[in-house]
C-alpha cells in the first residue's frame, strides 16, 4: 500500500430522517473529500457511529465508500470489535470488497490486558491480509494500549500505523522516536495534531475534516512540510471547531454543522441526540470563526 499521508477524514454515516443510511448523502460526501484534497476518507469509526450500525450495515457502507471512491482516495475501514472474531470477520469482508486498509480499536468494555490487547491484534493480523491501523482511544474504550504495546504489535504483519487519540504529546513524541521503519504514526486528536506531525507524525485521522476538509488537508500538508507558522495560523482558525466539535457527545455537533453546510443531514442514532440550542449557538460561533459560514 502506498503510504497515506495527510488528512484522513474520520467521515460521519449520514442518515435519513427515519434513522436509516443515507447513501447518496455518503456517496456526494466522498466526493466533497476528493475534491477537497483528503489523503484518506476513513468509514465506520467511532464518528461514523459504529457502535449503533449493524454487521450488515457496517459491511454495506464499507462496500459503497469502496465502490464510489473508485480508487481516487484510499478507503479506511473501520472493522473494530471488541470481540477478536467479530473483527477479523469484518476484516475480510473489507478485504474482500477492496478496501485499501482497516482501522481496528483497541477492545472496548472487557478491558483486556496488554498481553491480551496483543494476542487480539496478532489473531488479526495472521487471520487477514490487508493493511491495518491500530486505534488507542483510551477515553472511550478504558483500555489503554500501552507504547510498548503498540510498538510491539507493529512488529505484525500488515501492521502499518496506529492512529493515537489520547492527545498525549510526550507519548507521540515517544511513539515516533522508536517506531520501526514503516510504521506510521497519525494524531486522533484535532488539537494536538499539527504537535505531533511537526514531531515527525505522519498525518491527522480528523473530525475536524469532515466540516473543514480543504482547510485540514492544507494545515496537514504545511505540518508535514515543517511550515509550522503557516500551519500554525490554520490551526488557530480552526481551534475553535476543534473544540466545539465535541461539546456534545460526537457526531452530534459535526452532523450538525454539515447540515449547517447542507452536505447532509443532522439526524443521529440513540443513545446519542441531536444537538441543543446551546451546542448549536456553539459550533455555529466556530464555524463563523472558521470562515465556513
Same mark, same amino acid.
Given at each position: 500500500?502506498?503510504?497515506?499521508?495527510?488528512?484522513?477524514v474520520?467521515?460521519v454515516?449520514?442518515?435519513?430522517?427515519?434513522?436509516?443510511?443515507?447513501?447518496?448523502?455518503?456517496?456526494?460526501l466522498?466526493?466533497?473529500?476528493?475534491?477537497?484534497?483528503?489523503?484518506c476518507?476513513?468509514?465506520?469509526g467511532?464518528?461514523?457511529?459504529?457502535p449503533?450500525?449493524?454487521?450488515?450495515?457496517?459491511?454495506?457502507?464499507?462496500?459503497?465508500?469502496?465502490?464510489h471512491?473508485?480508487g481516487?482516495?484510499p478507503?479506511?475501514?473501520?472493522?473494530?470489535?471488541?470481540?477478536?472474531?467479530e473483527?477479523?470477520?469484518?476484516?475480510?469482508?473489507?478485504?474482500?470488497?477492496?478496501?485499501?486498509?482497516?482501522?481496528s480499536?483497541?477492545?472496548?468494555y472487557?478491558?483486556?490486558s496488554?498481553?491480551?490487547?496483543?494476542?487480539?491484534?496478532?489473531?488479526?493480523?495472521?487471520?487477514?491480509?490487508?493493511?491495518?491501523?491500530?486505534?488507542?482511544?483510551?477515553?472511550?474504550?478504558?483500555?489503554?494500549?500501552a #507504547?510498548? *504495546?503498540? $510498538?510491539?504489535? &507493529?512488529?505484525l504483519? +500488515? !501492521?502499518?500505523g496506529?492512529?493515537?487519540?489520547? /492527545?498525549?504529546?510526550?507519548?507521540?513524541?515517544?511513539?515516533i522516536?522508536?517506531?520501526?521503519?514503516?510504521?506510521h504514526?497519525?494524531?486522533?486528536?484535532?488539537?494536538?495534531?499539527?504537535?505531533?506531525?511537526?514531531?515527525?507524525g505522519?498525518?491527522?485521522?480528523?473530525?475536524?475534516?469532515?466540516v473543514?476538509?480543504r482547510?485540514?488537508?492544507?494545515?496537514?500538508?504545511?505540518a508535514?512540510?515543517?511550515?509550522a507558522?503557516?500551519?500554525?495560523?490554520?490551526?488557530?482558525?480552526?481551534?475553535?471547531?476543534?473544540?466545539?466539535?465535541?461539546?456534545e457527545?460526537?457526531?452530534?455537533?459535526?452532523?450538525?454543522?454539515?447540515?449547517?453546510?447542507?452536505?447532509?443531514?443532522?439526524?443521529?442514532?440513540? #443513545?446519542? *441526540?441531536? $444537538?441543543?440550542a &446551546?451546542?448549536?449557538? +456553539? !459550533?455555529?460561533?466556530?464555524?463563523?470563526?472558521? /470562515?465556513?459560514?
Amino acid at each position: 500500500m502506498k503510504p497515506i499521508l495527510g488528512s484522513i477524514v474520520a467521515l460521519v454515516t449520514p442518515m435519513n430522517e427515519d434513522g436509516s443510511i443515507d447513501y447518496p448523502a455518503m456517496r456526494r460526501l466522498i466526493d466533497w473529500h476528493v475534491e477537497a484534497g483528503t489523503a484518506c476518507v476513513g468509514v465506520v469509526g467511532t464518528t461514523g457511529e459504529s457502535p449503533t450500525v449493524s454487521m450488515e450495515e457496517n459491511r454495506e457502507i464499507i462496500r459503497v465508500a469502496v465502490e464510489h471512491a473508485k480508487g481516487r482516495v484510499p478507503i479506511l475501514a473501520g472493522t473494530g470489535a471488541n470481540s477478536t472474531a467479530e473483527a477479523i470477520e469484518l476484516s475480510r469482508y473489507a478485504k474482500e470488497v477492496g478496501a485499501d486498509c482497516t482501522l481496528s480499536v483497541v477492545p472496548y468494555y472487557n478491558k483486556p490486558s496488554q498481553e491480551g490487547i496483543y494476542q487480539h491484534f496478532k489473531a488479526i493480523a495472521e487471520a487477514v491480509d490487508i493493511p491495518m491501523m491500530l486505534y488507542n482511544v483510551p477515553g472511550r474504550t478504558v483500555a489503554d494500549m500501552a #507504547p510498548e *504495546t503498540a $510498538l510491539r504489535c &507493529a512488529a505484525l504483519p +500488515g !501492521v502499518f500505523g496506529i492512529k493515537e487519540a489520547t /492527545g498525549n504529546i510526550e507519548r507521540a513524541a515517544y511513539l515516533i522516536k522508536h517506531a520501526p521503519q514503516g510504521f506510521h504514526v497519525y494524531s486522533g486528536d484535532d488539537g494536538t495534531a499539527v504537535a505531533l506531525m511537526l514531531l515527525g507524525g505522519h498525518g491527522n485521522v480528523s473530525v475536524t475534516a469532515n466540516v473543514a476538509p480543504r482547510e485540514m488537508a492544507e494545515l496537514c500538508r504545511l505540518a508535514l512540510d515543517g511550515n509550522a507558522v503557516e500551519a500554525r495560523k490554520i490551526h488557530l482558525k480552526l481551534l475553535g471547531l476543534h473544540k466545539q466539535l465535541f461539546c456534545e457527545p460526537s457526531p452530534g455537533p459535526a452532523k450538525w454543522a454539515l447540515s449547517r453546510l447542507g452536505r447532509c443531514g443532522a439526524t443521529v442514532r440513540l #443513545p446519542i *441526540t441531536p $444537538l441543543t440550542a &446551546a451546542g448549536q449557538a +456553539g !459550533v455555529g460561533q466556530a464555524m463563523n470563526e472558521a /470562515g465556513l459560514l
